[in-house]
């Protein structure tokens, strides 16, 4: 079986910018990937790419087994249902309770009835299996909180369970640890690497914190305006990889 | 010495100049009008009426006015808490068709519904449907619930429809207009997640916008039904049975202390309906 998330040659662009050029890379299932790179770099253009959000404007992406380039908009719908996404602000409806946070995790499975019933009338097995997940979460407390009292790394455990509870093929993550205390961001990543692992399901993030990813990653790329400056095994990272990230270009073209 | 980016605003978009400007534009009015503080004081014929009719707020009827009893009719009170109780629902009811039509066309007339980001497709035809469903609203509100009324006892006579009408329809309009606003107002990121899941747009506005917009919606409708009840009242003065009717039935039968007796009785009403929303809207928002 081949990579589940693999790009050749890719190029993509935001409101007429190029913000990735050039990008070959090929991830299999079970890998667990961290994406370093200063701010600006690519990271979240690339994740998006993953996540079929952003399409490519060159090259190829196959997400899944699918091409995004002239994909129909049901089949990209279909895609993204089938990719967990943790985003950096955890995108939450604040006022919702975590309960239905969780559970819009799958309307992109559901028709207009079922999202409109288990927003409003969760039905008992909903709840017994969000309640399971925030249990494995650490935060099964939560259940019926309203979203917005959570802190931010309770917060970011709600979107990992909303991403969990659509049963996904894959997981992403643009930076969950940006809005959370040094404290807790080791156990986050030690979470969605746990869960990640007793799911099978590949897991990529993008990270600011190198010695992080080369703890919890066994695969790093590294990305500087737009492009892959290396894709090593964690272990092959050292001092030479990281100062051609994030070495301020001096005297270079 | 200029500071690069220091861009001073023209003098006639300064807001002091603005206020002025306004002021200035009343005292003109005022003028030209032919206003004065001595025109506010009653004087000789006017001043009798004047001190009948602040007279009788001192001592509101509790009974008919008048020597002329008819027996049998419904006392006086009673009829007052009818006439309030329709009032109240013809308020309702209408309020109820315009919560519903209000919030399916704010959907309609939001930026947010008919995707206008550049990248997605079709955004001339998007832009249309939605500038149309806009003008349909403005459209409504553009005349008041008292034109409504003249023009649906024309067109379907004096009847329940007609008054339930009348109210919902420039209420439906007005209702649209402010819940698209919100709604457009409201954070992205939430619904962009859902989208990022797969969610269609529509559902993802329900899901991620209306409850976040929800709180302000409430408090809004709220304030509507408020102002539905005062136009269900005076709707009277065109022939439906709400207060209003009575009311310009004892006015012009110069049964001034009746008038005041069904002015307090919707005062305490419009009271009782402020503090309950705003109870109700604490729960809401809390």
Redesign the interface.
Known sequence: MGALLELRDLAASQ?GFPVLRGIDLSIGAHERVALLGPSGAGKTSLLRVL?A?LLPSAGSASILGTELTGAREATL?????????V?Q?H??????RVLQNVL??R???QG?AG??RS?LWPSREQKLEVLGLLEELGIGDKLFERTEVLSGGEAQRVALA??LY?RPAVLLADEPIAAVDPARSRALLELMTQVAQTRGLPLVVSLHQAELAQEFFPRLVGLRAGKVVFDLPSAQVGPDQRNALYALAVGTP | MSIPGDVQTPWHFRRRYALLGIGLVGLAAAWVLDLSWRGLLPRGAGFSLWKRFFGAALQPALSYEGSLQISGATPFLVRVAQSLWATLQFALASMGIALVSGLVLGLLASHSFWRLT?GVRGQGIRLACMLGFRTLSAVLRSVHELLWAMVLLAAIGLGDTAALLALAIPFTGILAKIFSELLDEAPR??S?????????T???L???RL??A??DMAAYAFYRFECAVRSSAILGFFGFQTIGYHLELSYSSLHYREVWTQLYALFVVVWVLERWSSKLRQRVIA
């Open positions: 409101e996540g959000t719908r279909g895609l993204r249902s089938r990719i967990g996404f985003h602000d995108a939450l409806v604040p006022n919702l819009a995790g309307l992109g499975q207009w999202a409109l927003l909303r991403a659509q | 550049p990121g939430p962009q997640a859902l989208q990022a899941l797969g969610c269609p529509g559902r993802a329900v899901w991620a409850p976040i929800w709180p």
